[in-house]
C-alpha cells in the first residue's frame, strides 16, 4: 500500500509540470493562444508578429473565426490561456463561442487581444464595448490626421497616421524608448469615462478626428483630437490584460517592415517603431512583465514569532509582505519604495510606508493606535501597469482587561492615604466611643 | 387491646392541630402551590413549542451565558466581542449587566454539583419561572409586611398568573427583566421591613438586594429615585424617624458602593443626573439629623425656628450650586434620553427615533391595561382606598410605588412589568381587606344567633363592629352575595390569565404560529432556518447587515459578525444600515462594501401575511438613517403622508434597497388565490415594482415561506466602471473626496455625488457670470431639465458640504451653463 503511494506521488509529481504548464498563479506566463482570423491569409500577412510570440514560446493555435469547431473550453477546463482576435468582420463566431463565452474567458482570467478594423463587425465591436471601450459608430469612419500622418509617396488621405503618442510606462510598453512612430491605420475609440480600468496606450494626436475619408464632412465628428485612443489596454480586476486596437494592419509584416517618416518631421526612420512597441506591448499583455505576487502576510507581536488571534490597543507590532515580481521564467524580488500598508477600521488609522530588504520583504512596525475594534491591515497597491495588490487581513484588536491597568497610581496616593487614615479613625473612634465612659 | 385505641385516640390527638398551627400548615401549603403555579403556568411555551429560548434580547444573554460558561468569570468579564458591531466591536463585560448569567451560570454549576446533567440551555430557558415563583413569596411576605397574611397570600397567588408579569417571564423569555422583578421586590420589601423595623441588618439586606437588581436590569433606576421619593414624602408628612434614617443611609451608602462594581454602571452612580436624587435626599436625610439633634439641645423654640430658617436655607443654596456647578464642569452628566423619554412620553418621538421605534417603549394603550391587569385595573384603586384608610411607612410606601410606576406603565407599554407586583399587592389589600369584613360579617352574625357562645375568636373589634351593623337588613345575604361576586370575578381573572399565557405570552416569536385553513397548527420555522444556513453555509468571518432587530439572533443562532444588534449604543452605525436600506441600490453598494459587508438579511412576511417584517418597519429606517444623514428624508417615502408599497407608492420607495430586497421575484409569485401575482398577504395589495432586478447583490438563500431572504453582496465587476476604491462617506460633516472620484449614474438624481456641484456653487463668482460647471453638468445629464434643478435642490437642501451659498443666483446660472432651461427663477421648495 505505502510502495502504491510512493509511485502515485511520484508520478504526479513528475506530470504536475505537464499538466501545469498552462496559466497558472505561480507561472503566470500564458502558454496556449487561440488565434482566430478571417481568412487565413492574416497568418501569413502578420507572420513577423506570430513568430516573435512563437519564439517567446506560445503555443499558438490558429483557427478561423467561422470555424464550428472551436471551443474555449471544454468539460469546464479552458482549453487556452490567452485570446487573439484578429477577425475584424467576423459576425458571428463558429462553434459554442459568443460574447458571453469570451467575455468569461476574460473574467476568468485569461487574455485578450483585439484587433478591429474599418467595417468592423458588430460583435467585435460588442466584445470591445464590454471591455470598456467603444469604437467610433460611423462604420467607414478611420482616424485622419491631417497634420500628424505619415509620409509616403502618393499624397493619400491621411488615414495612415505615424503617432508616437504612447503612454508613459515602463512596464507597459518596456524600458527601451521607441524611437520611430507607430503606424496606424483603422477606426479610433474612444475610452469609457467611468472605467477606471482601461489605460490608452497609444493616443492619437489633438489634431486626429475620427470620419469617412471618402465622404465630405457634413457634421462634426464625434470623435476629436487626443480623446481618440488608438491602442488601449485594460487590465481587469482580476488580472487579465486586454490588448483593443482599432487597426489589424498595425500588427502585419508591411507596416513592421516599413520606413516612417512623420509629417512635419525631417526625420526619417528605416524601420517603423511597430514591432518594438506590439511585441513589448503583448510581453505586458502576456504577463511578462508587470506581474506580481505577494505572499507571506505575517504580522506579529515586536519580540515574538507568532500570529496573534488579536491585539491589544499599544501593542507593538510588525507586518511584513513579501513581494515578488514574474520576469518571465521565474519570480524576482520586486523592489520599490512606495508600497504602504494601513491599519484599517472604516478609515486608515496608521498608513505606513513599508521598508523593502531587496530581496523582496516588505516590513513595518508601528503602534496599534488606542482604539479597540476589528482593523484590517490593507496593502492597496495599484501603480500603473502592475498587479493590482489589494491584501486584507483582519485582526481584532481589544482593549486593555482588567488587570492589565497599572494597579498603584502615584498620583492617587492620596487617595489610598485617605481610606486608610479613615478607616484607622473610625476604629479609633469606636473603640473611644465603646469604652470610654 | 384496651389500650390501643386510647394510645391511638392519642396519637390522633397529637397530631390533631391547633388553629393557628392549622393556620400556618393552610398558608404553608398555599404557598406551594402558588409557588408550583407560578412556575407551570409559565411552561406553556415549552409545551406549546420547545424548550428553546425567546425573542430578541434573549439570544445575546444566552450567547453571553454559553460564553461565561465556556470561559469563567474573567473571561467574560474581559471579553471584547468581535463579531457584532463591524468594525466595533463591543466590550461586552463592560456593557451589560451580568446578574441574569451569573444566576444562570450558579445555578447551573449547582445542578452539575448535585449531579444533574443539565446543559445550560435548559437552565436559562427556566430561569425566569424559578424566579417568578420566588417573586410569589417575596409578594407574600412583602403583602403581609404592608396589610397582613392574607393580604400576602392573596398578593402571592395574584402576581403569580398575572399576565403583565408572565409576558417577561415565560419559560425561553432568558431576559434580564425575569430575574430582575424578583431583585426588585425584594429590594422593596427588606427597605419597608428595614424602615419599618429600624434594623441595620435589614436595611443591608436591602443594600445587597438593591446590589443584585443594579447588577441585572437598568431599570434599577427606578428604585433609587423611588426609594429618595418615598424619604422625601416622609419628611414632609413628619414622619421622619432614626428608623428611616439608619435604613435610608445605610441602603444608600452600601448600595452605592455595591452598585458602582458593576462595570456598565461605575461611577454614573455618583455623576449622572439620575443619581443626584438620591444623593440630595440623603444629605437632606443628614441635615433632618443636625436639625433633631440641634432641637433637641436648644430648648428655646424661638431660637430654633431661625437656626431652623438659616439652616434649610443654606442646605437647599448649597445643594443648588453643588448641583450647578457639577452640570456646568460636566461632573454631573445631564439625564439621558431615555430618562426624558419616561419623563415626557412625546421626547423619544421627536429626539430619538431609535427609542421610539421599538414597539415596547410606545405609549400604552388602554386595551393592553386591560389584557394585563385584568380584574386588577379595578381592584387598584379600592386597595388604594384602603392603604389610605390605614396609612404607616409601609403602606405609604406601596402606594407610592403603586402611583409611580403606574404611570411609567402609562408611558411605556414595556414598564406595565414594574407596575405590576405593585398594582398585585395593592390590589391583594383590596381583596384580602374585603373578603375579611365580608367573612367576619358572616361570622359574627352566626355568632349573635348564636348569642355569644363563642367569643373572642373574630377579636374584639370585629365583633364590636358586628354588633354595630346587625341592625342593617339583609346583611347576611348581601355579604354571601358580595363574597360570590369576590370569587366569581377572581375565577374570571383565574380564567383570563390563563388564556393570556397560553395564547398570547408563550409566543417565542422567532418559530410563528398560524392556523391553518382546517383549522390546523402551522409553524413557520424559518427564522432558525436561515439562521442555520448562515451558519452552514457561509464563509466563518462573513459579515451579515440586516436591520438591528435580528442582530443578536444572527451572532447567537448563526455564529456570524453582524454590522448592527439590539444594543443600540452607536445611532450613527444604525443609522448607516438604515441609510443603506432606504437608498437607491448604486448608493446603497458603496455604504455596504464600506462596511465589508458580505450578505444581506431582510425579513418579510408577504407570502406568509407575517407583519412585523422589515416593510413594515421600513419608515423607522427612513426616520433613523434620516435623523444622521439628512439625504434620506421621509417624504420621499409617503405618498400624501401615507406609506404605500402598491402602485401608488413612492418612486423611491419603489426602488430602494429594501424594497428591492423583499420584493425580489416577488412579482411572479401567486400567494393567494383569486389574486394576482405579487399580492402582499402582509399588507394586503398588490405591490407596485413587481420587475425587480438586482444589480449589485444576488439572491443567496430564501427560507421556505419567504420570510427571511439573505442576499450575497457580489464582487465588484471584473471589468466594470463601480469605483469601490472611494471610501463611502459615513460620517456626518464629513468632506466629500475631491470630484474626479466621484461619477453620476445619468438619469437619476444622486444628490450626494452633486457635492462636487455645490463645491463649484460656493466657488462661483456670481459677478463674473462664467462658472467652472463641466463636471457638474455631467452629473445631471441624464435628467430632464426640472429634474435637474430638482435634483441640485435636493443635494442643497440636503447641505452635503455646509456651505450656504446665495441659491437662486448660483444655481439659475449654473443650470444656465449647462444649457438648462428652467423657468425663470427656480426657487427650491422647503
Known sequence: MGKFWVIFVASISILLPFLCNSFSPETPTDRRVLVLLDDFAVKSSHSSYFNSLKLRGFDLDFKLADDPKIALQRYGQYLYDALILFCPSVERFGGSVDVAAIINFVDSGHDLIIAADVNASDLIREVATECGVDFDEDPSAMVIDHTGYAVSETEGDHTLIASDDYIKSDVIIGSKKIEAPVLFQGIGHSLNPVNSLVLKVLSASPSAYSANPLSKLSTPPLLTGSAISLVSVVQARNNARILITGSLSMFSNRFFRSGVQKSGSSTKYEKSGNEQFLTELSKWIFHERGHLKAVNVKHHKVGETDEPALYRINDELEYSVEIYEWSGTSWEPYVTDDVQVQFYMMSPYVLKTLSNDKKGLYSASFKVPDVYGVFQFKVEYQKLGYTSLSLSKQIPVRPYRHNEYERFIPTAYPYYGAAFSTMAGFFIFSFVHLYNK | ?830
Not at chain 2, 423569555?173 to 428595614?194: P, Q, W
Not at chain 2, 435589614?202 to 427606578?222: C, E, N, R
Open chain 2, 1 to 830: 387491646m384496651a389500650t390501643m385505641p386510647a394510645s391511638a385516640s392519642d396519637l390522633l390527638k397529637s397530631f390533631k392541630l391547633k388553629t393557628k398551627q392549622q393556620e400556618l400548615l393552610i398558608r404553608v401549603s398555599i404557598l406551594c402551590l402558588v409557588y408550583i403555579l407560578a412556575f407551570i403556568t409559565r411552561l406553556f411555551s415549552v409545551l406549546r413549542y420547545e424548550s428553546m429560548i425567546h425573542e430578541f434580547d434573549p439570544y445575546f444573554n444566552y450567547r453571553t451565558t454559553l460564553y461565561l460558561t465556556e470561559n469563567g468569570f474573567y473571561d467574560f468579564w474581559n471579553w471584547f466581542d468581535y463579531e457584532s458591531w463591524y468594525p466595533l466591536g463591543r466590550i461586552v463585560g463592560g456593557t451589560l449587566y451580568p446578574g441574569l448569567m451569573v444566576t444562570a451560570v450558579l445555578i447551573y454549576r449547582i445542578l452539575r454539583f448535585l449531579r444533574f446533567a443539565v446543559h445550560i440551555r435548559e437552565v436559562c430557558v427556566l430561569t425566569a419561572p424559578f424566579f417568578a415563583s420566588n417573586t410569589t413569596l417575596v409578594a407574600y411576605f412583602f403583602g403581609k409586611e404592608i396589610w397582613d397574611s392574607g393580604a400576602g397570600l392573596v398578593a402571592a397567588i395574584l402576581i403569580a398568573i398575572c399576565p403583565g408579569y408572565i409576558s417577561r417571564s415565560v419559560a425561553g423569555s432568558y431576559d434580564n427583566e425575569g430575574v430582575a422583578i424578583f431583585a426588585l421586590l425584594f429590594t422593596f420589601y427588606v427597605f419597608v421591613k428595614a424602615v419599618n423595623t429600624g434594623s441595620l441588618a435589614w436595611s443591608l439586606a436591602s443594600a445587597f438586594g438593591y446590589f443584585y437588581m443594579v447588577s441585572a436590569w437598568g431599570g434599577y433606576v427606578f428604585i433609587i429615585n423611588l426609594i429618595p421619593l418615598y424619604v422625601l414624602v416622609l419628611l414632609i408628612t413628619g414622619r421622619y424617624s432614626m428608623r428611616l434614617y439608619v435604613a435610608y443611609n445605610c441602603m444608600y451608602i452600601l448600595g452605592m458602593l455595591l452598585a458602582m462594581q458593576i462595570r456598565f454602571v461605575g461611577f454614573q452612580h455618583v455623576q449622572s443626573g439620575e443619581h443626584m436624587a438620591v444623593m440630595g435626599v440623603f444629605f437632606l436625610m443628614q441635615v433632618f439629623y443636625f436639625l433633631d439633634w440641634v432641637k433637641h439641645m436648644l430648648s428655646d423654640t424661638k431660637l430654633f425656628q431661625a437656626f431652623l430658617r438659616i439652616t434649610v436655607t443654606c442646605a437647599v443654596a448649597v445643594g443648588g450650586i453643588a448641583l450647578g456647578l457639577g452640570m456646568v464642569s460636566g461632573y454631573i452628566s445631564p439625564w439621558t434620553g431615555r430618562f426624558y423619554s419616561l419623563l415626557d412620553p412625546t421626547y423619544a418621538k421627536d429626539h430619538i427615533p431609535i427609542i421610539a421605534s421599538v414597539s415596547e417603549h410606545q405609549p400604552t394603550a388602554w386595551s393592553s391595561f386591560m389584557f394585563d391587569f385584568h380584574i386588577l385595573l379595578f381592584l387598584f384603586p379600592a386597595g388604594l382606598y384602603f392603604c389610605f384608610k390605614r396609612l404607616s411607612d409601609a403602606t405609604i410606601f406601596i402606594v407610592m410605588y403603586g402611583l409611580t410606576s403606574m404611570y411609567f406603565a402609562g408611558v411605556m407599554v414595556r414598564l406595565i412589568l414594574v407596575a405590576t407586583p405593585a398594582v398585585c399587592l395593592i390590589s391583594a389589600i383590596a381583596v384580602s381587606a374585603t373578603v375579611k369584613n365580608l367573612t367576619v360579617l358572616l361570622r359574627s352574625k352566626n355568632k349573635v344567633v348564636q348569642t355569644g357562645s363563642t367569643k373572642g375568636s373574630g377579636g374584639s373589634k370585629s365583633s364590636s363592629k358586628a354588633l354595630l351593623d346587625q341592625s342593617q337588613p339583609f346583611q347576611k345575604n348581601g355579604a354571601i352575595a358580595l363574597l360570590f361576586g369576590a370569587f366569581y370575578l377572581l375565577s374570571r381573572y383565574a380564567t383570563h390569565c390563563t388564556w393570556v399565557t397560553s395564547e398570547a405570552y408563550s409566543s417565542p416569536s422567532i418559530v410563528l404560529a398560524a392556523r391553518g385553513a382546517h383549522g390546523n397548527r402551522v409553524i413557520f420555522d424559518d427564522y432558525r432556518e436561515a439562521y442555520f444556513w448562515l451558519r452552514q453555509n457561509t464563509p466563518q468571518d462573513a459579515k451579515v447587515m440586516s436591520w438591528w432587530d435580528y442582530g443578536y439572533q444572527i451572532t447567537a443562532m448563526g455564529n456570524r459578525t453582524v454590522i448592527v444588534d439590539n444594543n443600540t449604543w452607536n445611532n450613527t452605525h444604525i443609522a448607516t444600515v438604515g441609510r443603506a436600506m432606504s437608498s437607491y441600490e448604486d448608493e446603497a453598494i458603496e455604504i455596504i462594501r464600506s462596511l465589508d459587508v458580505d450578505y444581506v438579511l431582510v425579513v418579510f412576511g408577504g407570502v406568509t401575511g407575517y407583519s412585523s417584517d422589515d416593510i413594515n418597519k421600513f419608515l423607522w429606517m427612513v426616520r433613523i438613517g434620516g435623523g444622521v444623514f439628512p439625504v434620506i428624508k421621509e417624504p420621499d417615502y409617503l405618498v400624501n403622508g401615507e406609506y404605500r408599497v402598491d402602485k401608488g407608492a413612492a418612486p423611491k420607495m419603489l426602488n430602494c434597497l429594501m424594497y428591492k430586497l423583499c420584493y425580489y421575484r416577488f412579482g411572479e409569485m401567486l400567494t393567494e388565490y383569486g389574486k394576482p401575482p405579487g399580492y402582499d398577504r402582509a399588507r394586503g395589495v398588490e405591490i407596485g415594482n413587481k420587475d425587480v432586478k438586482l444589480e449589485h447583490l444576488e439572491e443567496a438563500f430564501t427560507t421556505s415561506n419567504w420570510i427571511v431572504r439573505i442576499y450575497r453582496v457580489k464582487p465588484p465587476n471584473n471589468r466594470c466602471p463601480h469605483n469601490v476604491e472611494t471610501p463611502v462617506v459615513t460620517h456626518l460633516g464629513d468632506v466629500f473626496p475631491n470630484g474626479s472620484n466621484i461619477h453620476g449614474q445619468s438619469g437619476t438624481c444622486n444628490p450626494q455625488n452633486l457635492g462636487v456641484c455645490l463645491d463649484l456653487l460656493g466657488l462661483v463668482d456670481v459677478n463674473l457670470g462664467n462658472a467652472p460647471t463641466k463636471p457638474c453638468c455631467s452629473l445631471i445629464e441624464g435628467l430632464v431639465d426640472l429634474e435637474g434643478a430638482v435634483c441640485l435642490c435636493t443635494a442643497v437642501r440636503a447641505n452635503v458640504l455646509g456651505i450656504h451659498i446665495n441659491l437662486s443666483i448660483s444655481l439659475s446660472l449654473l443650470l444656465r451653463n449647462c444649457e438648462r432651461k428652467v423657468a425663470t427663477e427656480y426657487i427650491c421648495g422647503p
